[in-house]
């Protein structure tokens, strides 16, 4: 399996602040990487795909960039809806398998 | 919008078999390039998918559940269901049904999630 390590696992920032989160694969991916939103007692929402393509509906202020084993996921200014956990993807090869986490929360 | 929704047993002894369907509205599982999966969170823990299920009936499943895992679908209830065999607490978990597509490959929409606990 393709191991996916984030970092931070968590992160404090402020409404406003630019944050980005890091994801690293195992091997190589492509641009085949996803990230998601968790609040508590919630599924997961997509917010990018395909490494840098916006999900149709998630605000403009998340941004997703990378490309083989290197992938960040930006949110450039925090609105406090923002503050939850995100995850990554790799949908390169089967299983898919996801980052271990990074939860942001308020500093 | 496709809303998908789990329900199935809370408790399930040790040894013994975890069931749950998932209920698809507002699209069929039987059409579109879609991949109907199960994915499970441990309490407080990261994402793992389980497998799934193409609209032909092809199914893929993770390695790591040693083939104790079943994924069917029902195409005249437009149900998804799991079957997870020999449980143990290891097991305990939320379990989410999800949607994946062909195009991005990301799991687009997701069910609420249920919680199932392996204890006797």
């Known amino acids: 399996d393709i191991q996916m390590t984030q970092s931070p696992s968590s992160v404090s920032a402020s409404v406003g602040d630019r944050v980005t989160i890091t994801c690293r694969a195992s091997?190589?991916?492509?641009?085949?990487l996803a990230w998601y939103q968790q609040k508590p007692g919630k599924a997961p929402k997509v917010l990018i795909y395909?490494?840098?393509s916006l999900q149709s509906g998630v605000s403009s202020r998340f941004s997703g960039s990378g490309s083989g084993t290197d992938f960040t996921l930006t949110i450039s200014s925090l609105q406090p809806e923002d503050f939850a956990s995100y995850y990554c993807?790799?949908?390169?090869?089967?299983?898919?398998?996801f980052g271990q986490g990074t939860k942001l929360d308020i500093k | 919008q496709v809303q998908l929704q789990e329900s199935g047993p809370g408790l399930v002894k040790p040894s013994e078999t975890l069931s749950l369907t998932c209920t698809v509205s507002?699209?069929?599982?039987?059409?579109?390039?879609?991949?109907w999966s199960w994915i499970r969170q441990p309490p407080g823990k990261g994402l793992e998918c389980i497998g799934y299920?193409?609209?032909?009936?092809?199914?893929n499943y993770n390695p790591s559940l040693k083939g104790r895992v079943t994924i069917s679908v029902d195409t005249s209830k437009n149900q998804l269901s799991l079957k997870l065999s020999s449980v143990t607490a290891a097991d305990t978990a939320v379990y989410f049904c999800?949607?994946?597509?062909?195009?991005?490959?990301?799991?687009?929409?997701w069910g609420q999630g249920t919680l199932v606990t392996v204890s006797s």
């Open positions: 999800a949607r994946r597509g062909s195009g991005g490959r990301s799991f687009d929409s």
């Open positions: 507002g699209g069929s599982v039987s059409s579109g390039s879609y991949y």
């Open positions: 299920i193409y609209n032909t009936g092809s199914t």
């Open positions: 091997q190589d991916v492509g641009s085949w």
């Open positions: 395909a490494a840098s």
């Open positions: 993807q790799q949908a390169s090869s089967f299983p898919p398998t």
